[in-house]
């Protein structure tokens, strides 16, 4: 059965760098979207994508975050300059007929 | 905010028990998703219920949903210690994002 993808499956990094986080969707799927988990807090909405394009994004989702889907497979989020509340796990999820489907998650430590 | 909140926050039953949670909302939704996470592991999707539909099933699990009390219900029905995880409730206005709620945390003792 298809499945989203995520890599890596967790990531350290230092305050202050970039990271990139990379989802292989569904493959027939149409939208694409990040979510992230703060360690026992709810499932929050980052990012949707359509179309090659940012459909809708939450307020968590300021210039320090980016999205792209650099070929017909990938769909990656970046963050540019990592905070230490950046840590979490960052869920990627793909959707067709409205069912959204998640990968496993990365999770991300910023020390 | 439409976001989901279940009920109870914690939930432990027997095996072969029945787990019945609650998720209540506050705006119209097009449509509302249940899933399961295991401690620190992805989510699973368990089961889609639209706007228009009352009920739904899926081999051990019922959904129903009232969009007149905006609430909804997920029953497992004989459980087992491989259904021990948080469940979440997810409402959807259109197809560009979820709203989670805090989730219910069921344990199932052998």
């Known amino acids: 059965e298809p499945e989203v993808t995520q890599t890596p499956s967790h990531q350290v990094t230092q305050m202050g760098q970039e990271v990139i986080l990379r989802c292989v969707p569904i493959s027939n799927h149409l939208y694409f979207y990040w979510y992230r988990q703060i360690l026992g807090q709810k499932v929050e909405f980052l990012v949707s994508f359509y179309n090659n394009e940012i459909s809708e994004k939450s307020e968590i989702f300021d210039d320090q975050f980016s999205v792209e889907r650099p070929d017909g497979s990938n769909f990656t989020l970046k963050i540019r300059s990592t905070k230490l509340e950046d840590s979490a796990m960052y869920f990627c999820?793909?959707?067709?007929?409205?069912?959204?489907?998640f990968g496993p998650g990365t999770r991300l430590t910023v020390l | 905010s439409q976001q989901g909140e279940e009920d109870p926050q914690a939930l432990s039953i027997q095996e072969g028990e029945n787990a019945t949670m609650n998720c209540s909302y506050k705006?119209?939704?097009?449509?509302l998703q249940w899933y399961r996470q295991n401690s620190g592991r992805g989510l699973v999707h368990l089961i889609l219920?639209?706007?228009?539909?009352r009920e739904k099933h899926s081999g051990r699990l019922r959904v129903t949903l009232d969009t007149s009390k905006k609430s909804s219900s997920l029953l497992i029905t004989a459980s087992r210690a491989a259904d021990t995880a948080s469940y979440f409730c997810?409402?959807?206005?259109?197809?560009?994002?979820?709203?989670f709620g805090a989730g219910t945390t069921v344990t199932v003792r052998a």
């Open positions: 219920i639209r706007s228009n539909e």
């Open positions: 997810a409402t959807a206005l259109n197809d560009y994002k979820l709203s």
């Open positions: 705006t119209s939704i097009n449509n």
């Open positions: 999820a793909s959707n067709k007929d409205n069912e959204q489907f």
